[in-house]
């Protein structure tokens, strides 16, 4: 494979359909209403688990790849010194938000799942992502072009 850096999914997207590449990775998404139409095949999700709105399409990892999981995410950030009390309101209004039925069917339906919890596991996870990948680069010896 020849990795072929895109400067945002659209215009890869544009190319997979058009046949000028072969394959992507893509977030979800994006590319749901491609799958759901036939236009796109998906291989496998990248997560540790199956989709709901895919239900049907494996894991990287039961495809015969253990361990291997790379999905993206969102989450809120706020500057470092903050109150307590206003990270506190914004985590509860957006998990209010979050559990409103209509919104998670939604959100279920577009490939994207949504998360809670608390912030420190929030930031647990995002120490995890970074030393993940962190590694993943030392190891690999990639650098900056």
Request: hydrophobic letters at 40%; a neutral charge; glycine letters at 10%.
């Amino acid at each position: 494979m020849v990795h072929v850096p895109y400067k945002g999914t659209g215009q890869a997207l544009t190319d997979l359909l058009g046949g000028q590449i072969e394959l992507m990775f893509a977030p979800t998404q994006t590319v749901i209403p491609q799958i759901k139409s036939g236009r796109l095949r998906a291989i496998a999700v990248t997560g540790k688990q199956p989709l709901e709105a895919l239900p049907d399409l494996p894991t990287v990892t039961s495809s015969g790849l253990p361990g291997y999981t790379a999905q993206g995410w969102f989450g809120l950030l706020v500057p470092k010194g903050t109150p307590p009390a206003v990270i506190a309101k914004l985590h509860d209004d957006v998990n209010k938000v979050l559990a409103q039925p209509d919104v998670r069917k939604d959100l279920l339906a577009k490939g994207a799942e949504p998360g809670s919890g608390t912030s420190a596991e929030f930031s647990a996870f995002i120490r995890e992502e970074q030393d993940k990948w962190a590694k993943l680069i030392k190891d690999a010896g990639i650098v900056m072009e």
